[in-house]
């Protein structure tokens, strides 16, 4: 058990206070770890701390916009004199919306450059930022451990999400790129991979997936046709994954990003 221990590791997590975020940031305080929430409404990362306290866990919440780079600077001053040097960056935040889809009745036309611009930032920008705030916390140490997360529009592009698409294969790129980067300026304690989940239902997508009395769209049944585990996933089916990631027990995995997505990447549908 100690080879997946994540007791005492001290992990900020941006987006923590999302319907997944909150899943991880629970679980990983459950076994110990010490969890530093970054996120942008007070009251959601009071209500997420307080939750892990009163559950026995550590956790302390520090206000920023991932997206603007003067703001995690200040967090990560804070962090650095209250807490002090961090172990594991989970880059959690990340969205999509409207305007950067392109529905079944629409085309190129209707797509918004300006929507589309602001997926790219919130997905790659919200997660290079926090990247470059955070890591010099890392630095004092020589070890460090970046998380980000993917998805399955990266690697397999789907259809009507161009720009939520585009912005998680920029995301691979990144996480390959820093990898090498990392290890190659700072030493081999240092590593980045990401997370590539599968189709879960959560407030942004539950509307594309299923209908108001949860009955499945014709996109949620595509997709659990090609779903060989045939279900979406649970908050819980990403925990063994992160803790894996967290631990010790990949120390020897960089550069890699890991599907959770119940067969999907695996299947060609036939």
Known sequence: MNLFSVKDKKIIITGATGVLGSQMAKHLAKEGAHIIIIGRTLSKISALSDEIKKAGGLATGFQADVTNMGELQKAAEKIKNEIGDVDILVNLAGGNMPGAVVKPDQTLADLSPEAVKQVMDLNYLGTLLPIQAFLPLMLPNKRGNIINISSMSAQKPLTRVMGY???????????????????????????????????????????????????????????LDHTPMGRFGDPEDLLGTLQWLCSDASKFVTGTIVPVDGGFSAYSGV
């Open 165 to 223: 698409g585009s912005a998680k294969a920029a995301i691979d790129n990144l996480t390959k790129w820093l990898s090498v980067e990392l290890n190659q300026k700072h030493g081999e304690g240092f590593r980045v991979n990401a997370l590539a989940p599968g189709f879960f239902l959560t407030e942004q997508n539950r509307e594309l997936l299923t209908e108001s009395n949860g009955v499945l769209t014709q996109r949620g049944k595509q997709i």
